[in-house]
């Protein structure tokens, strides 16, 4: 019994010492591990992809939206996706909800998706909505399967910025405002802010 009491405790400081949030509050993988390296850390203070091809560094998302289309990312080449997730009992998500409204409908070369990230019904959010309305499309995630390509959110609200090419190139954690997005954009090769309407 001690013995097992013993690896448990290995085990669990292991894990621990792996995943230790970075100073932006995201965690990161484990230096052992290949990977992306999309979240913002202490080397990758951008969340800019790297040199490696991953499913986290080329993410897949389809879901079905609230009004019952179907959503691929893979369908979206072309255009920067902003993928946000939040909920709907989050100030902060709240907050930024109409930025991100006006950045989808103001920016041709912008569409966002909005991922409802908590326990809750399409009819319950859709009343929901209805008071809180976005132009853009929201799909309703579970949080015991979130989407596998995507960090599991620690915090809301979480955006991850999706390149024309598929490519992972940034994660929010916490709001962000429709200026910095289209700052990252451009920091990423894409228009500058207010350019490419």
């Known amino acids: 019994m001690p013995l097992r009491h013993a690896l448990a405790t290995c085990l669990a400081l292991l894990l621990l010492a792996a995943c230790q949030p970075d100073r ?10 290949p990977s992306a390296a999309q979240e913002p850390s202490v080397d990758n203070p951008a969340g800019e992809a790297t040199g490696t091809t991953s499913s986290e560094e080329f993410p897949s998302l389809v879901v079905t939206t609230l009004d019952g289309e179907r959503f ?19 100030a902060p998500c709240l907050k930024e909800m109409p930025e991100l409204s006006a950045l989808d409908a103001m ?52 955006t991850v910025l999706v390149a024309p090419d598929g490519r992972r190139v940034k994660a929010f954690l916490g709001p962000v405002t429709a200026l910095e997005l289209e700052q990252a954009i451009e920091a990423a090769g894409g228009p500058a802010p207010g350019e490419g309407a």
């Open 24 to 33: 932006e509050g995201v965690a990161q993988a484990p230096a052992s591990a």
């Open 107 to 158: 920016r041709e070369h912008v569409e966002v998706i909005g991922l409802a990230y908590e326990e809750t019904d399409a009819e319950t959010l859709r009343a929901f909505l209805a008071e809180r309305p976005v132009v853009y499309p929201v799909a309703i995630v579970s949080t015991y399967e979130p989407p596998a390509d995507f960090p599991t959110p620690r915090g809301l609200p979480l």
């Open 72 to 90: 691929d990312l893979a369908e979206r080449r072309g255009r920067w996706v902003v993928v946000n997730f939040w909920a709907t009992w989050c």
